[in-house]
């Protein structure tokens, strides 16, 4: 992982905080903050959609750490991304 770009005053970082707080929830329902997402502007569906990309692109990275734990994400973000790889998604 590449520290040097992980400011924790920028508004991704504060962002992925307030995610972290709601995801630590045995009530958070990922099926429900999908649909929840559906009613974001079509641009913002994009943005979320090419930050997710990046997501499991840092998430595939031969360099991530894993454990028991998360070692299943590691390994299905490098199998999404092999078809990911190729595919490009504009921004509008």
Do not use: C
């Not at 504060?14 to 929840?36: I, V």
């Not at 997402?37 to 360099?63: C, D, G, N």
């Amino acid at each position: 992982m590449n520290e040097e770009h992980l400011n924790e005053n920028s508004k991704e970082f504060k962002a992925a905080k307030e995610l972290e707080n709601a995801l630590n929830d045995y009530g958070w329902n990922p099926k429900r903050f999908a649909l929840a997402t559906m009613t974001f502007h079509k641009t913002l569906q994009q943005s979320l959609f090419r930050t997710i990309v990046e997501i499991l692109k840092v998430y595939a990275s031969p360099e991530r750490r894993t454990d028991l734990r998360n070692e299943a994400s590691k390994i299905g973000a490098q199998k999404l991304m092999e078809v990911l790889i190729e595919m490009q998604v504009p921004f509008i």
